[in-house]
């Protein structure tokens, strides 16, 4: 089983075991990880699971879709790593991943 | 006050299961009107996720949000269902047993002997951007929505976001103020072309500021703004002075008005009996995503199930004296009469 890890604002760090084909926010949901609310559920229609992929995992997780983009611009602090969660699979790639949630949620 | 619009039953929230639910009603002869604070009917479906399939609708295994909403606004159909968009129910007053008096943010006044809570998530309303303190400035500097634009003549305008709200207000707001920004985080819009290219020309002819990046906080005294502290994508800080500020960060949903109507809540919902659906108050329903009873599913299909339910207990409210009949719409004569199709 792929294991992500989640690291707050704070800096604290939680590491999960994933289900391949889950997303990443439902991941974070199941485990009841703080700092992601995914609001609409998974619909890619708010931006309240919002994430900073590690740099280090940019290239395996790819780049926001532009659908993805457009509700990024809903976001707290948006950056150039910036994702939402409930749009990146869990792969075997994937596992080891590291993504830190922002201060807040929008 | 205008007469009040007399009806059997008043619906709170246009979308699926507020929708469902004028169906079951109009079965049991319980005439409906809907009020939804959107623009259009569908609630969530239409609202967030029009294009995306739904794959537990029992009987489709695949349905777009959109083609769901279109079915059931088919579906009920025959019983013309008098539907209040762009306005929210603000006040409930029991004046029967049962009977309420309902107003609207419109202006309109029902006299309903039932209400139906369908209201999802709640209402919709503009998303406040995740400034720290902005709440401070929302009843002098921050708007939004525009509601005159004279209000902002000669003002320094600030409009945040990149959808067609700030687009179509960049516009027109541009030949009023005596300067305006846009601010986006990026160069790509979610906007109508048209609306991009006209804002590109205006910045080209040096009317309007168009900015790249996020506000980040605001500075000011008295409720009154003076300035956007903003970060540019490469992480450096500048500063956007301004009397207004115009945010347009689409919708979020808030429980709202729903809140002062004296029903018991539970963490934002609304607790119900699980025979038919029914607050603590009697003759006020509330079905689907707003409801909540052991076991509570937010699923679609539980809405419908619960509109089904609660129809029976609201008929006979509307109805003391009639005795139920429990039909099938594959045999009844007169459901199918009702339905338009015997």
């Not at chain 1, 989640?6 to 703080?34: F, K, L, Q, W």
């Not at chain 2, 306005?87 to 202006?107: A, K, N, Q, Y």
Request: with cysteine; aromatic share 8%.
């Amino acid at each position: 089983m792929p294991k992500i890890t989640y690291i707050d604002a704070s800096g604290t760090s939680r590491t999960v075991d994933a289900e391949v084909g889950a997303t990443v926010m439902e991941t974070a949901i199941r485990n009841n990880i703080p700092g992601i609310e995914a609001e609409c559920g998974g619909a890619c229609a708010c931006a309240t699971c919002h994430v900073y992929v590690d740099e280090a995992w940019r290239e395996k997780t790819g780049e926001p879709s532009p659908m993805e983009e457009d509700m990024l611009d809903f976001g707290y602090d948006v950056r150039s790593n910036s994702r939402l969660s409930c749009q990146i699979k869990v792969t075997d790639e994937l596992d080891g991943l590291v993504v830190t949630t922002p201060e807040r949620q929008a | 006050m205008s007469d009040p619009i007399k009806t059997d039953a008043l619906i709170v929230g246009a979308g699926p299961v507020g929708l469902f639910a004028v169906f079951e009603l109009g079965l049991l002869d319980v005439r409906a009107h809907l009020v939804d604070i959107l623009d259009k009917t569908g609630g969530q479906c239409s609202e967030l996720y029009p294009e995306k399939p739904i794959y537990d609708i029992p009987g489709f295994p695949i349905v777009t949000a959109q083609g769901l909403v279109d079915g059931l606004t088919k579906q009920s159909a025959p019983f013309d269902p008098k539907i209040h968009l762009n306005e929210m129910v603000e006040t409930i007053e029991r004046i029967g047993d049962p009977l309420f008096r309902v107003t609207t943010t419109g202006g309109k006044t029902f006299e309903a002997k039932v209400i139906v809570i369908a209201a999802g998530g709640g209402s919709f309303q503009p998303k406040r951007p995740p400034i720290p303190g902005i709440e401070a400035y929302e009843a002098k500097s921050v708007h939004y929505a525009v509601r005159r634009m004279e209000d902002f003549r000669g003002k320094r305008v600030l409009i945040a976001g990149g959808g067609d709200s700030a687009l179509d207000w960049t516009l027109n707001l541009a030949p009023i103020a005596s300067h305006l920004t846009l601010l986006h985080r990026r160069s790509e819009f979610r906007a109508a072309p048209d609306s991009v290219n006209k804002m590109m020309a205006l910045v080209g002819e040096g009317k309007i500021d168009f900015v790249m990046g996020q506000a980040t906080s605001v500075e000011g005294a008295d409720g009154r703004i003076a300035k956007v502290i903003v970060k540019r994508n490469d992480g450096s800080n500048f500063e956007i002075a301004c009397d207004a500020v115009l945010p347009f960060f689409g919708l979020t949903m808030k429980l709202g008005p729903i809140a002062n109507w004296g029903l018991r809540l539970n963490e934002e919902l609304i607790p119900v009996d699980t025979e038919a659906f029914e607050t603590n108050e009697k003759g006020i329903f509330a079905i689907g995503d707003i409801n909540t009873y052991p076991g509570k599913l937010k699923l679609i299909l539980s809405g419908f199930h619960e509109a089904a339910l609660m129809a029976r207990k609201a008929a006979h409210y509307v109805f003391p004296n009639k005795r139920q009949v429990f039909q099938y719409t594959t045999s009844s004569t007169s459901l199918q009469k009702k339905l338009g199709v015997a």
